[in-house]
């Protein structure tokens, strides 16, 4: 992974960072696995963001990025239904 640009997962209500990813999709990808396992309520409190030579810029949180997760779940099932 390039450490002078990656993506970010935290939770703001702990202050933790969850993990780090090489790609937004890959961050995506993690969180529908979570509201999968866990429900939507499971991401509610976390916040992604895309950090460039340390400088980290919000790219969805709480209910942003529980909509984000859930449009992903959407189009992943459309795929599904029409392979």
Known sequence: MDLDA???LFDLES???IEDY???SD???ALVQVV???GSQAIETFALTHVVNGKPVLI???DELVLRVERKMEQLALH???S
Request: proline share 0%; charged share 30%.
């Open 6 to 8: 990656y993506f970010e």
């Open 15 to 17: 202050g933790n960072v």
């Open 22 to 24: 090489a790609r937004e």
């Open 27 to 29: 961050a995506i990808d």
């Open 36 to 38: 999968v396992n866990h």
């Open 60 to 62: 969805a949180m709480q």
């Open 80 to 82: 599904r239904r029409t």
